[in-house]
């Protein structure tokens, strides 16, 4: 088992000066060596203040917080220096926190060592945004926390990001990370938090196994009857799409359906956009009620 | 040893960013101009009191109010507020448990820097002294004075309701070990301005905030106790005041010369031009620029509020 390398158990922040505001509750959360968690939620719906408390930035007001090892954290304003150049900002944090002194290898590695001369201002947002994390790296930390890491970032430098943070998990390093951009998180998280008025109100287990996404080409009658007949849990309110317990394997599933007589135009695993939608649906409809 | 380098990462940030900056240069360029505004004024009145223009009072209101301000508190101010508007502060913050290093870095980079714009104020001071004094005086004392007062309850020279008013010794005795102590003590003034400048944009989160702590600050500290002085004329607000004079020069200054016998600058006449007098509505000139100057400086700093930076790049 790895270890544990951050852990928060039932942290809250509140703010005011009665402490009246609550902008986290409850929050609780286990980083293990390699592993990435993904926060997920709303604007002001408390993923930034859990990563503040997570990076030491934040003092929670209740709950505890226990970190082992180091941690550097990438805020959402990028936390670089304009008017040094990338080379300048990345060792002036490697310094400081006794980092890598080989942070040429970063460099190279985000592909920014062509701008290695360049002021951090004149650098493109993409750009930037790299370079943050080039700074993240360049402090050798065991935890790495980023705060929406693809914010303005064009596809290229997000999939440069992206297969950064896969090296970070190889390498034993924690990674955390908020983001509006879920289409990137399928692919690098372990675990994703959706976050709502500061609670966590779903913990997904990534990959996502046993539940699936199905097209037919036929009417809802007829795929609610013959679904019902195989004996499947399954979900037809999105109808044509329907979700569909995956008791057994997908090959399975899928000559079960194929055998039924219906015709399948789509058959594939539920993404965590779905179920996000799902759970902010879930939330609105219990905030309604 | 991560202290050791701790320092000396920030040091050398600190520099490199003012040679960079245009924060810098113009800090020292507006410190010139307005020391030399601030000494104008005197120069003007001395040894004769004039009725002065409206407009040049403004001015050298604003050089005597905002140069002490800029000189003292703003620039660290605007350093770590900054640092709190791009992110660093955070990330350094969550990377470095113990920021020892970089703070003692900071403070003293900071009072290097003042310790720059004090020469820099005092070479105004000079230079404006030269002028006027040039060919009239051999030998110069003067003392800074609050000016505002002045304007408002009169500046015959009478002590006003807030018992301040302009003082200047003209044909006083020069001699440099004279002069290098009045350096010496403005610069070792600078340590608690330097110091609150430094608390202040710890608390606050933006550089606007920071600056107008700042400017509060400043009048509290120099309007409160004059008042309370006047008003309650006790003797421990006196004694206190005149501590605070010493550590803060500028506008109480006259009332630290009257208990403690500190005066600031002490310079002897030069005699750069023949007939001083005649450049003088120039300096009016000069004065009204050097309060533009000071306001599109602040301006510069705070572009939340006027966004010149945002409209400079664009």
Known sequence: MNDVLLEMTSVGKRYGIRNTKKALEEFSVTLQEGMCLALIGRNGAGKSTALKIMANVLKPTEGRVVVHGRVSYVPENMGIYPNLTVEENVKFFSDISEGHSDYESILSRLNIMGSSKVLASHLSKGMRRKLSVAVAMAQNPDVVIFDEPFDGVDQTSSEEIVAMIRDMKKHNKAVVLSSHNISYIDSIADEVIVIDSGRIVRRIKLPLEGMKVVRFAAAYEEVDEVLKSLGLKYDISGFPYVRISAGSTQEDLNSMLVHSGLRVLEFRDLTIAEIYRGVLNDVSVTVQS | ????????????????????????????????????????????????????????????????????????????????????????????????????????????????????????????????????????????????????????????????????????????????????????????????????????????????????????????????????????????????????????????????????????????????????????????????????IIILLILYFMPSIGGVMDWRKK
Request: charged share 10%; hydrophobic share 50%.
């Open chain 2, 1 to 292: 040893m991560t202290l050791a380098l701790q320092f000396r990462a920030e040091i050398k940030k600190q520099f490199i960013l003012m040679k960079r900056s245009t924060a810098a240069p113009m800090m020292v360029l507006a410190t010139f101009l307005l020391a030399m505004v601030s000494t104008a004024e005197l120069a003007w009145n001395t040894p004769i009191y004039m009725t002065i223009p409206l407009q040049f009072s403004l001015a050298t209101f604003s050089g005597s109010f905002v140069s002490f301000f800029i000189l003292f508190m703003v620039y660290p101010s605007l350093s770590i507020s900054e640092e709190k508007e791009n992110g660093t502060y955070d990330v350094i913050r969550s990377s470095t448990h113990d920021t020892t290093g970089l703070d003692v870095a900071r403070l003293i980079f900071n009072i290097i820097f003042a310790g720059v714009l004090t020469v820099t104020a005092v070479a105004g001071f000079i230079f404006m002294l030269l002028i006027r004094y040039g060919m009239l005086s051999n030998h110069v004392e003067i003392v800074v004075d609050h000016l505002i007062y002045n304007y408002i309850f009169g500046y015959s020279g009478l002590p006003s309701v807030f018992l301040t008013h302009t003082k200047t010794y003209i044909d006083e005795g020069f001699s440099l070990g004279l002069f290098m102590m009045d350096i010496a003590i403005l610069f070792i003034s600078i340590l608690p301005p330097v110091l609150v400048g430094l608390i202040f944009s710890r608390i606050s989160m933006k550089r606007s905030t920071s600056v107008i702590s700042s400017v509060i600050f400043y009048l509290v500290i120099f309007n409160i106790y004059p008042y309370l002085i006047s008003v309650n004329d006790a003797l421990s607000v006196k004694y206190l005041y005149a501590g605070i004079s010493v550590l803060f020069p500028g506008s109480p200054l006259s009332l630290a010369d009257t208990y403690l016998g500190f005066t600031t600058v002490r310079i002897s006449g030069g005699g750069f031009f023949s007939l001083p007098n005649q450049y003088f509505p120039a300096w009016i000139l000069w004065a009204l620029l050097s309060y533009v």
